[in-house]
């Protein structure tokens, strides 16, 4: 954001004009915020002094507010945009041109408009002020009611919305907005009720039945009472359907009821990027299948082959398939992406679909990103499939049985030259070489996946991948499938991802096609079906994939240090970064998203450096152990070890975290190598480059 902005929903952020966020103590913070949501009404310095300084004496909070007075002036004279007027004995605050997430969500909030009210809910990003805390009364009560009268418009758009997605029998938007609405109000039955028959109407009966269930258990343990009989009847009318319903129709029927319709494609914003999806089966268990290389989800139902193994597979489940961003039905032309951006695109889509834990079925290039998010977001993962698929897509001496450079090269060759014509299965499917249908079909499949100059950048990109170091922090169930003869991917590398993965069950099945759809893909159904049923765990680990961020500040002395830090957990909260230790000059973060860990590095130091204080971080990605709100775990250490070989103005990340982020922007050049213990060998680092900054990517 480029304009001068002051936004207090969620914590606390202000900055102006291309000028560098100021570094405001907690109490200036606060007095601009109670300034703020009076803005253009004189308040008096008496009454600012009482309400934020009332413990101390008064010739010491008369001088603090002076100091506070003092900061905001140079800030709002730097941003561009408003005003701050003191006269004698009173003080107001101008916003003027600034964007006020306070007044923005209030405009929005009123509107009968369901668009509005969701920008409205985008805005309300938490509490006013989340975080802060003075142990002044005065000031405390007053953002408590503050915080109170926020809180309940936002319940009232919720409520508003229900409404409308109700009417207009929109269930996946219901069930976001009841989701929502429930992380704010546990205790409202009616959401419940919502929730309950908005699964309903998506065929999810178990999962209508399961939220009557967490409804009773929260009300009993709260309240000691039981649902109202409105709520009980409901779930007895859906306990009635789902005993009335045995066999079920994996997918809409076509008008002439003689052959499956094309389900409806559905789209959800990640990041600004629309993402396609599509929705098959009612089955008890969520799949989400993330193909290889390229898809459409439409034309996949053109191959009877194809079609047969997703209508297998939504016997059993609930079956999610998505066209990763710039391929399919999703936005093309969006440049390349990493895999923490394939990753939250799938969140976002579990999000809208209404799914908490989910397995992840990943074909060829789909499996690296599931196991990043299964390292990732154990807790919405229930367990991992993975078929024909890798570590590292291009050939090294630890691992050499990935393509190398001239085979990758041949393969483009080969793309460039045949795209369009009837496709090539010799490596694809060689079963099926001789059946035309299939190979025009999977021609016009590819060609409508992608343009052919896409289809060679993914390609490319794919053989980039290097997921290897993660490989031993994933600790969900997990099955990993390989075809004997696959052309594409050798065993070796199936075999290489199950002796790193954690109690991962191998299978080898004969057969040398690679695509899921190919020889014998009933028996691979089977064994899938026969896994996921019968390996859920009862409960995520606390174990997780985290990025650490490691930050040393040189400064002159302590009180230069903890300026430093309110700037640096508001970039924090900016980042999605978690702080979870601080001694001295050093602080370590975490972060779900390598990309937005560097991006923060960044940002700090950027910040900090108009104040003459200079920094240096370093990044790595590991397992952690969470231990309430502390982690520990390798990770940890090896980015603080990092850290000690960073010079001041410095961002070094580990080979780890480079690998993961390939597409992202972000260059690097090696700087050098170290070792520690719990490392196998020699871990290779580098300085940061390139340095885009969006906390949006």
């Keep these: 954001m480029t304009g001068p902005h002051l936004h207090l929903l969620g914590g606390f952020d202000f900055a102006g004009v291309g000028a560098a966020a100021p570094v405001f103590s907690r109490k200036a913070r606060a007095m601009v915020a109670y300034l703020a949501l009076q803005a253009g009404h004189p308040q008096s310095r008496e009454k600012l002094a009482a309400l934020l300084w009332g413990v101390t004496g008064e010739a010491q909070a008369r001088m603090s507010l002076r100091q506070a007075v003092s900061a905001i002036r140079k800030a709002m004279s730097a941003s561009g945009g408003g005003r701050f007027v003191t006269e004698g004995t009173s003080i107001a605050l101008h916003l003027d041109d600034f964007d006020f997430d306070v007044a923005r969500f209030e405009a929005l909030s009123t509107s009968s408009a369901p668009q509005d009210l969701e920008r409205a809910l985008a805005v309300y990003r938490g509490d006013l002020l989340d975080g802060l805390g003075l142990r002044e009364e005065p000031f405390e009560d007053w953002l408590r009611v503050e915080r109170e009268r926020l809180r309940t418009m936002a319940v009232a758009a919720l409520d508003r919305l229900i409404i409308h997605y109700t009417a207009a029998n929109d269930p996946a938007s219901s069930i976001r907005a009841a989701t929502r609405l429930l992380a704010m109000e546990p205790l409202r039955e009616d959401a419940h009720r919502v929730l309950m028959r908005s699964y309903a109407a998506q065929g999810r009966i178990n999962l209508a039945l399961k939220q009557y269930e967490l409804c009773r258990d929260a009300l009993q343990r709260d309240l000691r009472l039981m649902p109202e009989p409105g709520t009980r009847n409901l779930h007895d009318e859906l306990r009635a359907r789902r005993g009335a319903s045995p066999s079920r129709l994996t997918h809409p029927v076509s008008a002439s009821g003689s052959e499956p319709a094309r389900p409806p494609t559905h789209y959800v914003k990640s990041a600004g990027i629309n993402i396609a999806y599509q929705v098959t089966g009612d089955g008890p268990i969520d799949l989400v299948y993330v193909p290889g290389w390229v898809s459409n989800l439409d034309l996949a139902w053109g191959s009877p082959r194809f079609a047969h193994v997703l209508n297998r597979l939504g016997t059993f489940s609930r079956l999610i398939r998505i066209d990763k961003r710039g391929t399919g039905l999703s936005d093309r032309g969006v440049g390349l992406p990493t895999l923490e951006m394939r990753m939250e695109d799938v969140r976002a889509v579990l999000d809208a679909v209404g799914s908490t834990r989910t397995v992840l079925f990943g074909s060829s290039e789909g499996g690296p990103m599931c196991m990043l998010f299964a390292a990732t977001y154990p807790d919405r993962t229930a367990a991992l499939v993975l078929n024909g698929t890798y570590a590292r897509g291009g050939w090294a001496m630890d691992y050499p049985w990935a393509r190398t450079v001239e085979q990758v090269q041949q393969d483009v060759d080969t793309v460039e030259r045949e795209w369009g014509m009837a496709a090539d299965m010799s490596n694809a499917a060689p079963s099926l070489t001789e059946n035309v249908v299939e190979r025009e079909w999977f021609a016009a499949y590819l060609r409508n996946s992608a343009s052919p100059a896409d289809a060679v950048a993914l390609w490319r990109w794919a053989t980039e991948i290097d997921v290897r170091d993660i490989l031993p922090a994933i600790h969900v169930p997990t099955l990993v499938v390989h075809r004997t003869g696959d052309r594409w991917i050798k065993p070796e590398e199936g075999r290489y991802l199950a002796t790193h993965i954690e109690g991962a069950k191998y299978l080898e099945l004969a057969g040398r096609d690679h695509v899921i759809w190919g020889e014998d893909c009933d028996r691979l159904v089977d064994e899938i079906r026969s896994f996921v049923t019968a390996a859920l765990p009862p409960v995520p680990s606390q174990r997780l994939l985290l990025t650490v961020l490691a930050i040393g500040i040189e400064a002159a002395n302590e009180r230069a240090i903890d300026r430093c830090a309110d700037a640096i957990r508001d970039e924090l909260l900016l980042f999605d970064g978690k702080e979870i230790r601080r001694s001295g000059g050093r602080l370590l973060a975490v972060f779900q998203r390598p990309t937005r860990s560097i991006q923060c590095g960044i940002a700090i130091g950027d910040r900090l450096k108009t104040s003459g204080i200079d920094l240096r971080a370093a990044v790595h990605i590991g397992e952690c152990e969470a231990r309430g709100e ?68």
Aim: no cysteine; proline share 4%; net charge negative.
């Design 630 to 697: 502390d982690f520990s775990g390798i990770a940890i250490e090896v980015s603080s070890r990092l850290l000690d070989l960073a010079r001041p103005g410095d961002i070094i990340a580990s080979r780890t975290v480079r690998d993961l982020i390939a597409g992202s922007g972000l260059t690097f050049e090696e700087h050098g190598e170290m070792k520690a213990s719990g490392l196998p060998g020699a871990l290779q680092f580098f300085s940061v480059t390139a340095t885009p900054t969006s906390a949006g990517a």
